[in-house]
């Protein structure tokens, strides 16, 4: 079956950097797109970034683009989230998701539903 397991995540100062990771199991990246969201205490999940399968894309969410980098190593099956100059605004809990079919470069932006999902992976941002 399909499983994604993050890591990474950790406490970190503001301003400072972090990558997680997204151990994937199950599935081929160039059949399933993966996508990072988050989720703070008290607030919805949002988007993060997320990867195209359809056409081999990256792509950021506008209010995240600069900071916030999606890739991946096909052989090592894993999705990387670089994380440059946090704030305070960016702790929380932090998902990889995985979602059968082929799509395109921005898909996230939509926010169609997902059906596979880590568990999460706590970034916390110290001031």
């Known amino acids: 079956q399909v499983q994604l397991v993050e890591s990474g995540g950790g406490l970190v100062q503001t301003g400072g950097s972090l990558r997680l990771s997204c151990q994937t199991s199950g599935l081929s990246l160039d059949r399933y797109p993966i996508a990072w969201f988050r989720q703070a205490p008290g607030k919805a999940r949002e988007a993060v970034a997320c990867?195209?399968?359809?056409?081999?894309?990256?792509h950021t969410v506008a209010s995240l683009k600069g900071r916030f980098t999606i890739s991946s190593d096909k052989p090592k099956s894993t999705v990387y989230l670089e994380m440059s100059n946090l704030e305070p605004e960016d702790p929380g809990l932090y998902y990889c998701a995985a979602k059968w079919g082929a799509y395109n470069r921005g898909w996230c932006d939509y926010h169609y539903p997902i059906e596979y999902w880590g568990k999460g992976v706590t970034v916390t941002v110290s001031s």
């Open positions: 990867l195209g399968n359809g056409d081999g894309s990256t």
